[in-house]
């Protein structure tokens, strides 16, 4: 579907891909070494043919019965869903989208066994810090590229030419263009030796690690790696909730006694979201993968849906508007997630983890020796109290709270994102 540009014709790709079994949107050259550590361009452009099958397949949605409710607590409304679809069959052009893609430099190299694919963008300063930025779900690399400018030319949006960075934004194995894993194992700690060594492969000898969402551990595990070269990361999913906390919020009882009014506020913001079914959709990822496949995968309509259920993806920007009214940005992952048909393989990394992303992980935290920075954004699952993130991370050199901002940071609020990196990672150049 999108093939590298200096690679065979998707026709021979695909026919060699047939030849030997597999069944990949992304199939490689068969005679290249699985150690091959080449780093080719890669160019965005999806056959017209797929973008009308696309919209066939919408016009010929079955819609189900509307809820019996007038909330959410059934799942998301038909009267808020319906309108978003409807615009991606009629009015939403990917066209649009794939500039967005190809207008950044844009590669491929296998790591690893599977195909990565990266945008990486060199900022025009000398001594820019390179960093790797990794995303979330339902996100992708979509959510990362407004703050491309901001941070690779800082001086061009309010920012000092010190503060630029190099920025490297993979898509996760499973996601995107990325291949998809044919084995066992490509949870957060397998993806972050992956990063490690392709930041190795780029040439760098000192950079830095963000994440968010699934981004977080992901960066996390590179800090407890301490891969030569990784000087520090910067998380703002931060897994701070103490054991005792995690226990009392499995066990759906009282919070444990001795917290602080902040800390209190926290675990009953915990509670609610737990109790609310928030993160039914995670259950169901980390135990059927494949079954949730099935059924996201055949229909556009069922996939929207299922990544419209996501809390973080639905308020997208932390005015809680509806998604529909900012249906391009929203449509342009969807739309990612639908013509790389990696509804599934994307699923399976919450089976890999077996664990909640939210659950205490003051241990592995512990195990953290590099410097750790967070900013706390309101709109957050969770906002970790500073207290907490000093318990967890014994080298915490930055902790801050903004006013505005969510789950999706860098999608939400790039300037101010982006000037949260700057200051969170200035003591490490």
Avoid: C
Wanted: aromatic share 10%.
């Amino acid at each position: 579907m999108m093939a590298p540009s200096s690679h065979l014709s998707r026709r021979d790709l695909l026919a060699a891909s047939a030849a030997a079994g597999a069944l990949s949107l992304f199939p490689t050259d068969l005679a290249k070494a699985a150690d091959d550590t080449t780093i080719r361009p890669f160019t965005v452009h999806v056959p017209q043919a797929e973008l009308d099958e696309l919209r066939r397949r919408i016009a010929a949605t079955r819609w189900p019965d509307q809820e019996t409710v007038n909330d959410k607590s059934q799942g998301i409304q038909l009267a808020k869903i319906k309108p978003l679809v409807e615009y991606w069959g009629t009015g939403y052009d990917w066209r649009k989208a794939e500039p967005k893609l190809n207008a950044l430099p844009q590669f491929m190299t296998r790591i690893d066994g599977v195909d990565i694919h990266f945008v990486h963008v060199r900022s025009k300063h000398p001594n820019a810090l390179p960093l790797i930025m990794t995303h979330g779900w339902p996100g992708s690399v979509f959510e990362l590229l407004k703050t491309v400018g901001p941070l690779t030319d800082p001086t061009a949006h309010g920012g000092r030419a010190e503060d630029a960075f190099d920025l490297v934004l993979p898509s996760m194995p499973g996601y995107g263009f990325s291949g998809k894993p044919t084995d066992t194992g490509w949870g957060p700690e397998r993806i972050a030796r992956a990063w490690a060594e392709l930041m190795k492969r780029l040439g760098y000898t000192r950079y830095v690690a963000q994440g968010g969402d699934w981004g977080s551990p992901v960066s996390s595990a590179m800090a407890r790696h301490a891969p030569t070269g990784l000087l520090g990361i910067h998380i703002n999913l931060p897994a701070t909730i103490p054991p005792e906390v995690d226990q009392a919020l499995a066990a759906g009882g009282p919070a444990p006694a001795g917290l602080s009014e902040k800390e209190r506020a926290t675990f009953d913001e915990l509670s609610a979201f737990s109790k609310m079914g928030n993160r039914s959709y995670a259950v169901m990822m980390g135990t059927r993968p494949q079954t949730i496949g099935f059924a996201i995968t055949d229909t556009p309509a069922g996939l929207a849906a299922w990544m419209l259920g996501h809390p973080g993806f639905a308020k997208w920007t932390y005015s809680h508007s509806d998604p529909e009214k900012t249906p391009d940005e929203v449509l342009d992952d969807i739309s990612l997630y639908w013509l790389t048909n990696s509804a599934t393989s994307a699923a399976r990394l919450y089976w890999e983890n077996k664990s909640n992303i939210l659950s205490a992980t003051a241990e592995k935290a512990a195990e953290i020796s590099l410097p750790v920075a967070i900013t706390v954004f309101p709109g957050e699952v969770y906002r970790a109290p500073e207290t907490w993130a000093r318990r967890a991370y014994r080298k915490l050199i930055y902790f801050h709270e903004v006013d505005k901002g969510g789950h999706f940071a860098a999608w939400e609020q790039p300037e101010l994102f982006s000037a949260e990196l700057r200051a969170a990672f200035r003591s490490l150049r």
